[in-house]
């Protein structure tokens, strides 16, 4: 048949119709979801209470798997060596001195700010709520209630908070009416748990119980998953105590079955939260990250930091060191580890990048974190060169009278391989003086330089000096926050 040119048109037109029907009826293609965020926060977790950090007791195979997934910084540290600012500094990102609070502040000690979060300061859970993120709190608060309750303050779900250091109890009903503190203390939301429940493992399934409810949900989610585990008071099931009680031998760096079944109980937590995300189809689509929020509590027999001196409320590094672990699945290089200094307000912004949010303008701008997502992505990528500061006003809450040496309230600076500790005046024998330690070559801090090397001392007192200028840092002054001098004395 003879194709006319009215024929060829015709054609024409139907294939042009074929064509765009075709196109308009493949679906494009939906952008990537952005990555689910899980931070994990142990309380008073020390640098060696893990299995693969060198404990010769603690069984800890979940968050060792963790580490073995991630990256773990080997020289992670706490924004302050007690839990409240520490806590803070990571729902803010900022200095803990920067926001006023360098201490339990009213609770029986030297004052040093507020104890809630300050009214302008935008939460990371905030602060991903602007970006369309679900949020969800789970466990300890400890920066405020009222309208500083974890709902108030960027999350849509509150689970099992207080704000209190510690519950009153790991026991059902988590609770204790002979409690002097059992109305801060108590944990609520958990009543319908069996009575055989460990809290650990309740606030675990509550997480599991979140987890599963944003399956297939278009939305990320947030969760702040901070664990009671392993604060006082030092309670665990008998069957895992007397498990731990069969491990002990002479010689081992850890000594305490009972602390030790906690720690076991944390790690089942971790395990649960990794093994929720398996089941539904999410682990690669969800970072994990773990810390603890400040060093382990070496006083009491409760535990050791190892080679590191001292403990929680300190000021050498055991007092701040802490496990630092990041699962990133696609960006970190799995069993990686990275020797550069962090600290706990880098989270905040790091957080916000790899969800790729904005927070809010300008309160990113008085920011002290840094973004790691460079060094998570490459692990030879340099960090660049910064001075890291704490500043600590003994609490009573921790350190009881007489006060000695050890448990002062001080001021730090670390530079490079080198820091100094400012010893602050506390009457009696307790004189203000200056500590210097090389930390590459004296991580121990057994060695104070202060008296053979003037020059650095003062170059570093400057730092310290610029430093409280620059954030504003709350004034020491003994005989405002203590008032009889005599009264305070060394041990």
């Known amino acids: 048949m003879k194709t006319t040119n009215k024929n060829k048109l015709i054609i024409l037109l139907i294939l042009v119709a074929q064509f765009g029907f075709a196109t308009n009826s493949i679906e494009k293609p939906k952008p990537k979801k952005k990555p689910n965020i899980i931070m994990i926060l142990a309380d008073d977790l020390g640098f060696t209470d893990l299995g693969f950090t060198g404990s010769d007791l603690y069984l800890t195979p979940n968050i060792d798997r963790l580490a073995k997934e991630g990256m773990y910084f080997s020289n992670a540290y706490s924004s302050h060596p007690t839990c409240q600012p520490s806590r803070l500094a990571l729902q803010t990102g900022k200095y803990p001195a920067r926001i006023g609070c360098v201490s339990h502040a009213a609770l029986g000690g030297v004052s040093g700010g507020?104890?809630?979060?300050?009214?302008?300061?935008?939460?990371?859970?905030?602060?991903?709520?602007?970006?369309d993120y679900t949020t969800c709190h789970i466990g300890k608060w400890h920066i405020g209630m009222g309208d500083n309750a974890p709902g108030?303050?960027?999350?849509?779900?509150?689970?099992?908070?207080?704000?209190?250091?510690?519950?009153a109890t790991y026991f059902y009903p988590y609770s204790d009416p002979n409690h002097r503190r059992n109305n801060l203390a108590a944990v609520p939301d958990l009543e319908d748990y069996p009575?055989?429940?460990?809290?650990?493992?309740?606030?675990?399934?509550?997480?599991?119980?979140?987890?599963?409810?944003?399956?297939?949900?278009?939305?990320?989610?947030f969760l702040n998953m901070a664990y009671y585990d392993v604060h006082?008071?030092?309670?665990?099931?008998?069957?895992?105590?007397?498990?731990?009680k069969k491990r002990l031998k002479p010689g081992l760096m850890h000594k305490n079955p009972t602390y030790a079944a906690m720690v076991e109980n944390l790690d089942e937590g971790v395990g649960k939260i990794l093994a929720t995300l398996e089941k539904n189809g999410m682990l690669e689509n969800t970072i994990v990250i773990f810390m603890s929020d400040n060093g382990g509590e070496a006083d009491l027999g409760i535990t050791t930091n190892g080679k590191?001196?001292?403990?929680?409320?300190?000021?050498?590094?055991?007092?701040?060191?802490?496990?630092?672990?990041?699962?990133?699945?696609?960006?970190?290089?799995?069993?990686?580890?990275?020797?550069?200094?962090?600290?706990?307000?880098?989270?905040?912004?790091?957080?916000?990048?790899?969800?790729?949010?904005?927070g809010d303008k300008k309160h990113n701008k008085n920011v002290d974190g840094l973004d790691l997502t460079p060094l998570l992505k490459n692990p030879n990528y340099k960090l660049p060169n910064r001075k890291?500061?704490?500043?600590?006003?003994?609490?009573?809450?921790?350190?009881?009278?007489p006060i000695s040496h050890r448990n002062r309230c001080f001021e730090s600076v670390m530079k490079d391989d080198w820091k100094l500790i400012e010893f602050f005046d506390m009457g009696a024998d307790?004189?203000?003086?200056?500590?210097?330690?090389?930390?590459?070559?004296?991580?121990?801090?057994?060695?104070?330089?202060?008296?053979?090397?003037?020059?650095?001392?003062?170059?570093?007192?400057?730092?310290?000096?610029?430093?409280?200028?620059?954030?504003?840092?709350?004034?020491?002054?003994?005989?405002?926050?203590?008032?009889?001098?005599?009264?305070?004395?060394?041990d």
Not at 114 to 131: F, Q
Not at 333 to 357: C, E, H, S, W
Request: proline share 6%.
């Open 308 to 358: 590191l001196r001292d403990g929680k409320g300190y000021a050498y590094e055991g007092g701040v060191r802490v496990p630092l672990i990041v699962r990133w699945p696609g960006q970190v290089k799995p069993n990686t580890v990275n020797n550069q200094r962090v600290i706990g307000f880098d989270l905040y912004p790091t957080i916000l990048k790899m969800a790729d949010a904005k």
């Open 195 to 221: 009575v055989t429940t460990i809290l650990g493992e309740a606030v675990s399934n509550e997480a599991a119980k979140f987890i599963e409810s944003q399956k297939n949900k278009e939305k990320p989610f």
């Open 430 to 490: 307790l004189v203000h003086y200056y500590e210097l330690y090389n930390l590459k070559e004296d991580p121990s801090e057994k060695n104070n330089l202060a008296q053979s090397m003037p020059t650095k001392v003062e170059e570093l007192k400057k730092s310290i000096a610029r430093w409280n200028k620059e954030v504003n840092a709350p004034p020491y002054d003994y005989e405002k926050f203590y008032g009889n001098a005599k009264s305070i004395k060394n």
């Open 152 to 167: 108030k303050r960027g999350y849509d779900y509150d689970i099992a908070s207080n704000d209190f250091c510690c519950p």
């Open 388 to 401: 890291l500061h704490f500043l600590n006003f003994l609490s009573l809450v921790h350190y009881k009278l």
């Open 232 to 244: 006082t008071p030092i309670e665990a099931q008998k069957e895992k105590v007397d498990k731990y």
């Open 114 to 131: 507020p104890l809630e979060i300050p009214k302008g300061e935008v939460t990371i859970g905030e602060a991903l709520k602007m970006d």
